[in-house]
């Protein structure tokens, strides 16, 4: 099992920044993949950015260049932050960490409680 909890987000003005952090506990030795999703009201729940066990980032175009994630593990915990800056009306939604991880043959998802981010004209 894999245990997500996140923290960080809040209110922003349009065009600065905010940092989101999640923090993993559990299996993290089975740990895929960690990203961040974003779901607004009405809309279903989009994937923002994701990096995978060796560092590599990916990300959606409507984030390209202004967001950043990033992922650490030490003391039996892994970290995945997304740096979010040059922020946008239409960045607003609630934000989730996702640790895709391994339960052979399987492949599993964690969900983290979800945190709001709004950013302000």
């Known amino acids: 099992q894999v245990q997500l909890v996140e923290s960080g987000g809040g209110l922003a003005q349009s065009g600065g920044s905010l940092r989101l952090s999640c923090a993993a506990s559990g299996d993290i030795s089975s740990i895929n993949s960690m990203s961040w999703y974003r779901q607004s009201a009405g809309n279903q729940r989009d994937l923002v950015a994701t990096?995978?066990?060796?560092?590599?980032?990916?990300?959606a175009d409507s984030v390209q260049g202004r967001f950043t994630i990033f992922r650490e593990s030490g003391d039996n915990m892994a970290y995945v932050d997304l740096q979010m800056d040059h922020l946008k009306p239409e960045d607003t939604a609630v934000y989730y960490c996702?640790?895709?991880?391994?339960?052979?043959?399987?492949?599993?998802?964690?969900w983290g409680q979800g945190t709001q981010v709004t950013v302000s004209f």
């Open positions: 996702n640790a895709k991880w391994r339960r052979l043959p399987d492949i599993r998802d964690s």
């Open positions: 990096v995978d066990s060796r560092g590599y980032a990916n990300y």
